[in-house]
């Protein structure tokens, strides 16, 4: 049995309570943190998570711009609503839903946000600067397991860490967050050779793949750390990329689907937020 099962519900409702009590302080100072959401399109996963995250800005006190642009937008209508958004001082942080329809370059879409209203940590200049070793907002998602690892007081100070997953949204700023935290960082991908072999050295394995319960125990050394960052829909259910089953039993921490990693991504977006609103409150 695992020592720790790691609670990322609980967690993300401590933060979520840190940012509410911070955003009233904000407000008292007339200034009321904005997010503006940008969804192109009708995915009906897209609509769900907008949806979600407004409600969230609406529990912590955060105004949010909701825009919803037709399947058919343009390049140069969404580019013009992002350039509207970077001019208002209402609006704080500019949140771009991903995927976006194939005829549009998401790429010149995020690069077109402005840096300090980049929540989502996604803009090259954000990137840019967490490679430097900068101030950043930094993703969500990764920012999401380094909270939780704080939060269960994990040091990682010379473990050594595999992060399995080199996207640019979770396993390259993951990398560069760990290596920030002065772990020892291994990044794996569909190429590794010998990726059980490469994942048993892991103190702390953090899986972010998109293949259902694909770790299974021979990728894990007994008394690893093991994030689990996959969220795969397998018949009505939500599975991550970990076997949770058999890693379970002989992991010393490990992140549940769901419960885990997923309500964190969701709780930073709020705190990077109320980052943006407090710098521009100055
Ligand atoms: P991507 O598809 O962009 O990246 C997946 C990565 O996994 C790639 O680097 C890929 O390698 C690697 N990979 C795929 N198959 C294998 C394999 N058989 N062996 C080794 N590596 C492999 O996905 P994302 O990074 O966007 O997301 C990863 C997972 O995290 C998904 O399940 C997603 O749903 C989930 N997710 C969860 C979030 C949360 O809030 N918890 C937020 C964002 C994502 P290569 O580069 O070589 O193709």
Redesign the pocket.
């Known amino acids: 049995m695992a020592e720790i099962i790691i609670d990322g519900k609980a967690v993300a409702a401590r933060v979520r309570g840190e940012v509410a009590r911070e955003v009233a302080v904000l407000r008292e100072r007339g200034v009321e943190p904005g997010l503006a959401v940008v969804l192109v399109g009708s995915d009906p996963a897209s609509q769900s998570y907008v949806g979600m995250k407004e409600r969230d800005c609406a529990e912590v006190g955060i105004r949010s711009f909701d825009t919803r642009l037709s399947e058919e937008t343009t390049q140069e209508a969404l580019e013009a609503i992002i350039d509207g958004f970077n001019a208002d001082s209402a609006v704080h942080g500019i949140l771009l839903q991903l995927p976006l329809p194939g005829h549009l370059d998401a790429e010149a879409a995020i690069a077109r946000i402005a840096p300090e209203k980049d929540v989502d940590g996604f803009t090259p200049i954000s990137i840019g600067r967490l490679v430097r070793g900068l101030p950043s907002a930094h993703a969500c998602?990764p920012e999401g397991v380094m909270e939780l690892l704080r939060a269960y007081d994990i040091d990682l100070t010379g473990k050594r860490a595999v992060v399995?997953?080199?996207?640019v949204?979770?396993?390259k700023p993951m990398a560069l967050l760990l290596m920030e935290a002065n772990a020892t960082v291994t990044v794996?991908?569909?190429?590794?050779r010998d990726?059980p072999g490469v994942c048993r050295e892991a103190d702390v394995l953090v899986a972010?793949?998109?293949?259902p319960g694909?770790i299974d125990a021979s990728y894990v050394k007994p008394g690893a750390v093991v994030i689990d960052?996959?969220?795969?829909r397998v018949g009505d259910r939500l599975v991550g990329?970990v076997d949770y089953a058999r890693v379970e039993p002989i992991a010393s921490a490990i992140t549940p689907v769901p419960g885990g990693?997923?309500p964190m991504?969701r709780a930073i977006l709020l705190k990077n937020t109320l980052a943006a609103a407090e710098r521009a409150g100055r």
């Open positions: 998602t399995i997953g080199r996207s949204l979770v396993g794996c991908h569909s190429r590794t990726l972010a793949i998109g293949r694909m960052v996959g969220i795969n990329d990693v997923g991504t």
